[in-house]
């Protein structure tokens, strides 16, 4: 019932007018030119349509089935995946000598967008692969880099992430599962993990699982955790597959949403693991791929926000229901489409506002990380740190507001499963909680990035759009009046906010942390709206230069003053939040709630 | 796995302390002493939380199901209906002469607040039952009345309402469904009805349709809409029941929640009816219902989101992670409780002081319409108008993001169905879409009631906010600057909205549309406000007078003063987003979205 179109066009848009990724210095990014990515978007927009967005329903519908040990994907889930893996899609980013096709990360997230849009819970198997693989990536010796690797980039092997225990997901150091080291080097990883993605499936010849585990005799709590590779098949030294690992998928989970991925309790009862990285550094081998990973979770905020609107656009021109009070707009027939109404108006501009300027938000924070890994750029790497819990916070909690804003477009049918408006809103549900729930982000924020190497990537980032307002003011009054000095106002509130953590948390960091989460939205609306002004302006460049396509340029600065007039006075309600401390916050003792 | 304990000592406080009801010269609020109304209160609270509750998670596994045209209810339903029906609570504040017990309607809505929040797709049954009473009671004949009242306040017959067809839900001038006049006076129905709630189930020996209509060769359009009473069995002058009526449940609605409730598919092939009221004046006849209905809708959204705070405050207490940063709480254990945290605070202190503000206006605009119906209170009524889309479509809203935010405590075991946290947030939805889609409330409200009667009825609640403030100036430092200051800042936020509006609606509708939803919020948080500034008030004189629970009063100061200055200061976002005007929302052409 619903269909996925990839926004290839407002993709190569912030690739090209406003990133200019071609003419950046950063290795790979040359090849980048419009012709080049377009082919790529082109290729992965049609897949994601026409092979992944016909399963989503599917996957929800059927979800997966645990018989015996063996976990049954969804029908169509399996010749799709080979389908994603023979057109390359699996190894995008990755590393030529492992098979991939070495392109920046940009790019990869650019597909994946559409891949995830498309198809949440299918594209996390391929998602949860990709971080298991950088993981070995980073850390793992020659070997574990050879046996792995190759398999894992094509996703002929699977790979997940296992960290959360039944008593602890957040804290760590609580954590039960231990490893016993064995005289050959290896360890018996005995305990349970949960929420375990694609911990258990019918789609790969093997699944390299990543454990969280507590050497024995090692340091207490977070000290003490070391990180293994624990595949469900052991490998032969000729890369064949050997015996099955003493591990088991004990359950799969009912959940609200994603149901076409499967969601598993894993059973480890002295399973042979290797140790990734070196000992009791488990988290500091997590951390690397964080941001990555988060940005990704970021992502698939947006991603259920676009299809979500997509559909609900459609409906708004389709469904004929009152009149317009100006004048009727379709006078034969017996009512106007949704459309012309004020109210479905602003609730799709704050759809389509929001999900445009997410977008330019993900690919500018994915450029940064290019930039850090292939530049070994430190400020690049301080900043998307830095933006990183913005990202996953921010855009899965506006991406979750949206996703609902687009199922309220079809009244009661958005209630109905059959308009498949109610998926979109339960799958995006789960990306505010995964990956560090959204306020474990805002605690990251406040608590860490904040100041950082003595804060010196908020400053950046506030030199940036400093520079950026100072640099365009004075040459268009409408381009100043309409985005640049709601910019400054807003960059301005998130200044005022940093200030009052500095002067109040100091003596009690309370009063920080009960505005971590408020800083979080109001740091990610001044992002949204720096990156707003950037597609301002790089759309009156375009214009100026005398566009074949006006019309797309025009909308982009319509929807771009949306965002400024509408979205960004919520910085001013953020930052009454957070100087209101922590008074009001810590006021009660936990009995009398 | 989850638990419901109803507030009643927060309802006793706010019929008590807050509206005096028993002081009040409404008719049958003398009796309503707090002994009286603590001994309703009590009862109800515990067939809630040990009827109604534990059947909450049954309907959802469940569902109903519709096998051969006879539809089934989950396991347990019919025993707990029949227990409500034996404890009277059917008729609670429906007339003595058709067997309910004459209660006011502010004690109905006390008791339904608890029967919804236990089980809000079973309290659906009761409720529909006694919206289509209240209609028959309001324009039925004498003999309507004796034939149908009495088996519906008893809830022996079950009723519904049918409104919406495939193809118009809001624009109801749109129906097909037509009634062809027979010599008998009845009236053959021919159509077919969609979302029906409770259409057919097994829970009663008859169900009792009312049904719009239009009479064949009627007025074009909403002008030509009758109502009728449809009954699935036709009744006989004896009262015995009579043959099937030519009407019956085509499919049940696959939905994101409310499982327990049955979502029907009605078809009509020439049934029997009678009218209800005058010919063409179905719509007036409907919007008798509306205010009561869209209260009751309204206390929905509060409900779940009760139901839900509940238990994550438990898991919030429960729950060892991580620890407090300025020094561990629960030294001896592995971990602090999760509600040591600053951020979880935050997150519990907006959802504690929305649903209390929340539940002071739900039982204030109960007792508006008993002040409407009971004294016909012109004034009175007038406001309750006003404030109905507020209550409907505000509550709703912030009650589903308040539940949303319950079961995000819960991190990743939120979102397990095992949890039950995910139901409540799936039933939740529906509050904010049926019975007038939120975005139906705000052109209600704004584009109707706003300017009814010259405005008089919103000046009288801007006089209230202002005489409120003026009368309790002065006393106390901390109230005025905590309470009272805010209160009026927010209370002017909403007059300048008004203001624009007036100056800027008259030339171009739009801009006063396109700020509808903004202005319904800002609207509501302005009423919680006076609503938190009235239980501060109350909180205040009870300590003042030596209460032998000092921490009940203060922490319901503290709730206050959190709301005020961390929910209250949304009222200027609103204020800026509505003030921006059309030109941002309607900027685009459609083929440009």
């Not at 954590?175 to 305990?191: C, F, H, L, V």
């Not at 100091?506 to 992002?527: E, I």
């Amino acid at each position: 019932m619903t269909r996925y179109t990839a926004p290839t066009k407002d993709t190569q848009f912030l690739l090209h007018d406003v990133l200019k990724v071609s003419g950046q210095d950063v290795p790979g990014y040359a090849e980048l030119d419009p012709d080049f990515t377009g082919a790529i978007l082109e290729e992965a927009g049609k897949i994601s349509a026409e092979v992944l967005h016909p399963l989503n329903a599917v996957g929800d519908t059927e979800g997966c089935h645990l018989e015996n040990g063996v976990v049954r994907t969804p029908t169509g889930f399996k010749a799709a995946f080979d389908q994603v893996k023979e057109g390359g899609w699996t190894g995008l980013d990755m590393p030529e000598e492992f098979g991939g096709q070495n392109m920046p990360y940009v790019m990869g997230t650019a597909v994946g967008e559409y891949f995830s849009a498309a198809n949440h819970a299918f594209t996390m198997y391929q998602g949860l692969t990709h971080g298991a693989a950088s993981a070995i990536l980073a850390h793992g010796s020659d070997q574990q880099k050879a046996t792995y690797l190759p398999k894992m980039v094509a996703c002929d092997w699977t790979g997940t992430m296992n960290l959360t225990e039944p008593h602890c997901g957040t804290d760590l150091g609580l954590m039960r599962t231990r490893a016993e080291p064995q005289a050959d080097g290896s360890y018996k990883i005995t305990g349970q993990k949960i929420f375990i993605s694609a911990g258990e499936h019918d789609m790969a010849d093997n699944i390299i699982h990543l454990v969280l585990a507590k050497i024995v005799g090692g340091p207490e709590g977070i000290k003490g955790v070391s990180l293994f590779i624990v595949p469900k098949f052991l490998v032969n030294e000729d890369g064949s597959l050997g015996a099955r690992n003493a591990l088991a998928c004990g359950k799969i989970e009912e959940k609200m949403g994603i149901h076409g991925n499967s969601t598993c309790v894993m059973n480890y009862d002295g399973a042979t693991g290797w140790l990734l990285g070196e000992e009791h550094k488990g988290m500091r081998a997590m951390f690397t791929m964080m941001n990555e990973a988060r940005l990704g979770v970021g992502m698939q905020g947006l991603c259920q926000a676009d299809v979500a609107y997509q559909n609900a656009l459609d409906y708004a021109k389709e469904r004929l229901q009152g009149r317009d009070v100006t004048g009727a707009k379709n006078p034969d027939g017996p009512a106007d489409p949704l459309i012309v109404h004020p109210d479905i108006r602003r609730n799709l501009m704050d759809q389509k506002s929001f999900i445009e300027g997410a977008r330019g938000f993900l690919l500018w924070g994915a450029s940064l990380i290019d930039r850090a890994h292939r530049n070994e750029d430190k400020a690049a790497d301080g900043l998307v740190s830095l933006l990183t819990p913005v990202i996953k916070g921010f855009l899965t909690d506006k991406g979750y507001d949206s996703t609902v804003q687009a199922q309220q477009v079809f009244g009661g049918h958005g209630y109905i499963e059959e308009t498949g408006m109610s998926q979109f809103t339960r799958d995006a549900r789960i990306a505010q909680i995964y990956e560090g729930a959204n306020g474990v982000q805002a605690l990251d924020l406040v608590g860490r990035k904040l100041a950082a190497d003595g804060g010196k990537h908020v400053m950046a980032f506030f030199d940036l759009v400093k520079n950026f307002a100072k640099e365009n003011a004075g040459q268009d009054e409408a381009f100043d009046r309409d985005f640049l000095e709601p910019l400054k106002k807003a960059s301005k509130d998130l200044q005022a906010a940093g200030m009052y953590f500095m002067q109040n948390g100091m003596k009690n960091p309370n009063h920080a942390l009960a505005g971590s989460y408020d800083f979080m939205h109001l740091f990610g609306h001044v992002c949204l709206g720096l990156m707003w002004a950037r597609m301002g302006k790089a759309a009156m460049e375009a214009l100026a230069a005398g566009t074949s396509d006006p019309e797309f340029y025009q909308t982009k600065l319509a929807t771009g003053r949306y965002y400024m007039a509408r979205q960004l006075p919520a910085t001013g309600m953020h930052l009454a939040r957070i100087m209101s401390g922590a008074d009001t916050v810590m006021a009660l003792e936990a009995a009398n709630f």
